[in-house]
């Protein structure tokens, strides 16, 4: 059966086209956006959420969705799990649907498990902008019933019973993404630098058609997405590390979204959408100085 009443936790760029996506198809949508940046509470009005208090939220969710940056979304579950308890509501579902390692999911399952909740381990690979295409991969006990989204608009594909299985697939997938932002950007820079930008492009073309435009999108995200994507990074460097591998290429992209986010050059958008485009962006980041050696 479809849900009902879904709350997001919060309404940043992807939770806001979540909340447009799921209003469509006739759920109410719920956030609890106090003490939340003014532009978020902006994108929850745009989108046309209601924001209450979080006790409100967990009584009255069928789902609750935690769409963060990495580094919230531990805290974000203590939280629902305290206010959970606080309203005396047993097995809540709850969906992390963030790029954090399988360690985190499995410290947030433990969380929700204290607190009586039900918890699904869950990933979204696809643009927030084109969430009709993007699928939400799902693992853990109660996954099956995820698939309830899909009559909300939502692909769903389950990957197995087991918490830590889709955190670890998109985990690996994100150091895909993430690598090739920061691997073209790069070389672009030094391509600029060199004043063989549209040269090499070309030739990248020739050689890997498609790849450059592929990856155009998320470097020209990166002045708004760079700390978030830095964080996830570190997540999969984490997740190695905890299997005994260590990462080499993973720390390095951590390192070039730090220093990208450390330019602070983005301005997040009140309504989800994206702007500029691959030639600005380099741009911008050039005359920011990134890369530059500094005595
Ligand atoms: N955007 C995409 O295209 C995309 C694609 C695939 C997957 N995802 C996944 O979606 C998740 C969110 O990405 P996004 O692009 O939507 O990021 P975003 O635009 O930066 O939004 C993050 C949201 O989390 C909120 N937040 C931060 N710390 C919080 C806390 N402690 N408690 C509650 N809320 C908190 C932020 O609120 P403030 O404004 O107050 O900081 C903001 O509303 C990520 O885990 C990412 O992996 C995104």
Redesign the pocket.
């Known amino acids: 059966m479809a849900f009902q009443k879904i709350g997001i936790?919060?309404?940043?760029?992807?939770?806001?086209?979540w909340a447009r996506l799921l209003k469509e198809h006739g759920v109410e949508v719920m956030t609890s956006?106090r003490?939340?940046?003014e532009?978020?509470?902006k994108?929850a009005e745009n989108a046309g959420v209601r924001s209450v208090s979080l006790s409100r939220l967990v009584s009255e969710a069928d789902l609750i969705v935690s769409?963060?940056?990495?580094?919230?979304?531990r805290?974000?579950a203590s939280?629902v799990g305290k206010a959970l308890s606080k309203v005396g509501r047993k097995n809540c579902l709850y969906l992390d649907?963030?790029?954090?390692s399988p360690m985190t999911a499995d410290a947030i399952g433990q969380v929700l498990c204290q607190a009586q909740a039900s918890f699904v381990d869950g990933?979204?690979?696809?643009?927030?902008?084109r969430l009709a295409n993007?699928v939400v991969y799902v693992s853990g006990p109660r996954a099956d019933e995820l698939r309830a989204l899909q009559d909300s608009g939502l692909s769903v594909q389950v990957l197995g019973p087991a918490t830590g299985q889709a955190s670890a697939f998109?985990i690996v997938y994100?150091g895909l993404t993430k690598g090739l932002q920061g691997l073209l950007t790069e070389l672009l820079l030094g391509a600029r630098k060199f004043d063989l930008l549209r040269e090499i492009m070309r030739r990248y073309e020739e050689s890997f058609p498609g790849l450059v435009s592929k990856v155009a999108s998320g470097i020209s995200?990166l002045p708004?997405?760079a700390?978030?994507r830095a964080e996830?990074m570190r997540e999969l460097r984490q997740t190695f590390r905890h299997h005994g591998l260590k990462a080499v290429i993973a720390p390095a992209t951590q390192k070039m979204l730090e220093q990208i986010a450390a330019l602070d050059c983005g301005k997040?958008s009140e309504t989800?959408g994206r702007e500029g485009d691959l030639l600005e962006t380099l741009e911008l980041f050039f005359q920011s100085g990134l890369l530059q050696e500094r005595d």
């Open positions: 936790l919060s309404i940043g760029e992807m939770g806001y086209h956006s003490g939340r940046s532009v978020t509470q994108r769409i963060v940056v990495p580094s919230a979304a805290k974000i939280q649907a963030n790029a954090i990933c979204i690979i696809g643009s927030a902008a993007a998109k994100a995200s708004v997405h700390g978030r996830e997040p989800g």
